[in-house]
C-alpha cells in the first residue's frame, strides 16, 4: 500500500478474513472514526484501498495514512448496506465523509384539511395525515410575506383546538378570525376562504381571481359593499402575490432540481425546490475535496439530505444518474411512501432549470472565495491585534452560568473560519461546587475541556474566556499544569462597565487591551462571547424551569416525569397547573378526579408551609 502509514491494518491477513458479501466498512484511527462506506463486495472494496495509487496530497491518501484500524458489518442485502451507511454517517459525522452541515428541516406551511373548521399554521414535519403541506420555505421572509397575505384576507381560524365560546377571542376584534368558535360564520363560506388559500400555496390564482371578481361584483349588485370592498382588497393582495411568485415549470409539478459544479477538489451542490411549479426556495452545499466520483457523490448527498421527516418529492432533476441509482431510488420511496424518479434533463423546461441550478452551484466558489479572503483578513487582524502565536482558525469560547451556584452549567461555543460550529458545543454541568465561586467552576470546566482536547488532539487555535484577569490565571494554571503551554492561545473578554469598554487580556500582559468600539476584530470577538452567553442562558433557564417544577410536583404521589410533562404541555407553565381548578386539572390527559385532588392538596399544602416558615422567619 502506497502511504507512510506504518500501522496499515489493510494487510493481506487482514483481507482474507474480509467476507466477499454485502455491508458497511469503517475506518478509525486510535479515537475517531474517519470514513463510513458501503460495498457490495466488501473484500474488493477495501483490497482497492490496499492498493490505492493515487497522488499523495489526496485525501483518500490522507485519510489511508491515518487509519489504525478497520471493522465491517455484514448485511443480508446491498439496500440494508446503503441504509446503513447514510445512519452511521447522520450520527457520527465522520472526517472524510461530505458534510452537508444542514440538520435543521424547514418550515412548511400546513393547512389542517383533516380538520372540520381547518386551519393554516406553520411545521417542520411532513405528516401523512390527511393534512395538505406547502414549502420547503428556506427564506424565511417569503414564507412570512404569504402568511401575512393568507391571515390578513383570509380570516381562518388560529386556535389548536376549537371549542365553543360565548365570545370570541381578540383576533376576531382585530378582524383576523372569523370566530368558527362563536358561530359567527357560515361553514360554506368558511370552507370558501380555506380552497382561496388552497388556490394561493398551489399557484391556481387566475381561476380564485375569476372567483372574486364575479362575487365582488354580485356583491356590488346586492348593494353589499361592505363585501365587494373585503373581496376588492383580496383580488388587490392576491395581484402583489401573483408578481412576487416565480414560475419554475408550466405544470404543476414537485421536483427538487440539483446542480453539481467541480473546481480543483472542491465540489458546489445546488438544490432548487419546485412546488406545484412553483420556486419556493434554494440550498446550496460546499463540499472540500469529498471522495469518490460525481454518481457516488450524488448518492451520498441523497441518501444524507432525506429522511423521514424531510422526504423527497415525486421527481428529482439530476445533473448524472446517482451510483446504485435503483437501490438509492427504494430507499428514497421508502421515506416518501410513494414512488420517486430520477430524470437527467438534456432539453427543455427540464433542461432550463437543470442549469438554473448548476450556475447556483457554479457561483458557490466566488463566494466561498470571497467568504475566505474577508475571513483570513479579520483572522490576521486578531492575530495582530491580540498578539497571537498562530491564526485563529479555530476559536472557542467558554461561560460559566449559575444562580447563586445552583444549576451551574459551563457552555462552550466553537467558531471555525469565523462561522459557528455548532456540533462541537458542549455544556458541562458543574460536579464539584454548589456554592458561588466562578474561579473553581471555571478551572473544573477548563481541565475536562483540555484533558479531552489534549488526549484527542483537538485544542482550538484560541481559548476565549468571558471574563477578566482571574479567569484568565486560572486558565493558565491549568495550561501549566496539562503540560500544553504552547499549544493554543489564551484570551479573556470583560463586559463594558461604566462606558470603560470591552476589555481583552493575554497573558504576560499587565494592562487591557482596549480596542476602538467598532474595530472588527472587537465586534467578532464580542459576537463569540455574546453566542456563548446565549447558550449558557438557554441550558440555565431550561434547568431552573426542571427544578423548579420537580420541587413543586415530586412530593405528589403519583405524578412521575412523564405526568409532569403532560401537565406542562397540557397547561403551558407551571403558574397555569398552579392556578387550575381541580376539574380542570382532571381534564388533563392522564390525570383524572382522584390524582387532581391529590394535586391541589400537595399545591396547597406546600404554599401554606411556606407562610408559616415566612412567618416564623419575620418572627
Not at 365560546?165 to 368558527?180: E, K, V
Not at 361584483?217 to 392576491?238: H, I, K, T, V, Y
Amino acid at each position: 500500500m502506497p502511504t507512510s502509514n506504518p500501522e496499515n491494518p489493510l494487510t493481506a491477513e487482514f483481507l482474507a478474513t474480509v467476507s466477499h458479501g454485502p455491508g458497511v466498512y469503517q475506518m478509525l484511527d486510535r479515537r475517531e472514526l474517519l470514513y463510513v462506506g458501503k460495498a457490495r463486495d466488501l473484500r474488493k472494496r477495501l483490497s482497492q484501498y490496499a492498493h490505492f495509487n493515487g497522488p499523495a496530497w489526496s485525501k483518500t491518501a490522507a485519510m489511508l495514512n491515518r487509519v489504525l484500524r478497520v471493522e465491517t458489518i455484514l448485511t443480508t442485502t446491498e439496500k440494508e448496506a446503503l441504509i446503513l451507511e447514510a445512519a452511521l454517517i447522520k450520527k457520527h459525522h465522520p472526517r472524510y465523509n461530505i458534510d452537508l452541515r444542514d440538520d435543521k428541516n424547514y418550515p412548511l406551511i400546513r393547512v389542517s384539511t383533516a380538520e372540520s373548521w381547518p386551519r393554516v399554521s406553520v411545521t417542520r414535519r411532513r405528516l401523512r395525515d390527511g393534512n395538505r403541506y406547502f414549502g420547503p420555505y428556506t427564506a424565511a421572509g417569503a414564507m412570512r410575506s404569504t402568511l401575512e397575505l393568507l391571515y390578513a384576507q383570509f380570516p381562518l381560524r388560529h386556535c389548536r383546538s376549537l371549542r365553543e365560546r360565548q365570545r370570541p377571542c381578540l383576533n376576531h376584534q382585530m378582524g383576523r378570525c372569523c370566530a368558527p368558535c362563536a358561530g359567527l360564520v357560515d361553514k360554506a363560506e368558511y370552507m370558501r376562504m380555506v380552497n382561496g388559500v388552497l388556490a394561493i400555496l398551489e399557484g391556481k390564482t387566475e381561476e380564485l381571481r375569476q372567483e372574486l371578481e364575479t362575487r365582488m361584483q354580485a356583491a356590488s349588485e346586492a348593494l353589499d359593499f361592505e363585501q365587494a370592498a373585503r373581496l376588492r382588497d383580496r383580488l388587490l393582495a392576491l395581484a402583489g402575490t401573483t408578481e412576487r411568485q416565480v414560475i419554475a415549470s408550466g405544470e404543476a409539478l414537485d421536483q427538487d432540481v440539483f446542480g453539481l459544479h467541480r473546481k480543483d477538489a472542491s465540489v458546489g451542490v445546488a438544490l432548487l425546490f419546485v412546488r406545484g411549479g412553483l420556486m419556493t426556495g434554494a440550498r446550496q452545499f460546499f463540499l472540500d475535496d469529498p471522495i469518490g466520483d460525481d454518481g457516488a457523490l450524488l448518492a451520498q448527498v441523497l441518501m444524507q439530505y432525506y429522511s423521514a421527516t424531510r422526504q423527497p418529492p415525486r421527481e428529482l432533476l439530476l445533473p448524472v444518474l446517482p451510483e446504485d441509482e435503483e437501490l438509492v431510488a427504494e430507499c428514497l420511496a421508502g421515506l416518501r411512501e410513494g414512488p420517486v424518479t430520477f430524470s437527467v434533463p438534456q432539453r427543455g423546461k427540464r433542461m432550463q432549470l437543470m442549469q438554473m441550478a448548476h450556475a447556483n452551484a457554479e457561483k458557490l466558489f466566488s463566494e466561498e472565495a470571497r467568504k475566505e479572503a474577508a475571513w483570513q483578513n479579520l483572522a490576521t487582524s486578531i492575530r495582530q491585534k491580540l498578539r497571537l502565536s498562530r491564526m485563529p482558525e479555530v476559536i472557542e469560547c467558554l461561560d460559566i452560568s449559575n444562580l447563586l451556584g445552583k444549576q451551574a452549567v459551563g457552555s462552550l461555543v466553537c467558531f471555525v473560519h469565523g462561522e459557528k460550529e455548532t456540533r462541537r458545543f458542549r455544556h458541562y454541568r458543574i460536579r464539584e461546587k454548589e456554592t458561588p465561586d466562578d474561579y473553581a467552576m471555571m478551572r473544573e470546566v477548563l481541565e475536562r475541556r483540555l484533558v479531552k482536547g489534549r488526549d484527542e488532539h483537538n485544542l482550538p487555535d484560541l481559548l476565549l474566556l468571558d471574563g477578566g484577569k482571574g479567569q484568565l490565571q486560572v486558565a493558565l494554571e491549568v495550561v501549566g499544569r496539562l503540560g500544553l503551554e504552547g499549544e493554543l492561545d489564551l484570551a479573556a473578554i470583560a463586559e463594558e462597565h461604566h462606558d470603560e469598554g470591552e476589555k481583552l487580556f493575554r497573558p504576560g500582559r499587565k494592562d487591557a487591551i482596549m480596542l476602538p468600539a467598532h474595530a472588527p476584530a472587537l465586534l467578532y470577538l464580542m459576537r463569540v462571547r455574546d453566542e456563548a452567553h446565549r447558550f449558557g442562558i438557554t441550558c440555565h433557564r431550561h434547568l431552573r424551569g426542571k427544578a423548579q417544577l420537580a420541587s413543586e410536583l415530586d412530593a405528589v404521589p403519583g405524578v412521575g416525569p412523564q405526568r409532569k410533562k403532560q401537565l406542562l404541555r397540557h397547561f403551558g407553565s407551571l403558574r397555569r397547573i398552579r392556578t387550575a381548578t381541580e376539574s380542570e386539572l382532571a381534564a388533563a390527559p392522564g390525570i383524572g378526579p382522584e390524582l387532581a385532588r391529590s394535586i391541589v392538596q400537595a399545591l396547597q399544602d406546600r404554599d401554606a408551609g411556606k407562610k408559616a416558615g415566612g412567618a416564623v422567619k419575620a418572627g
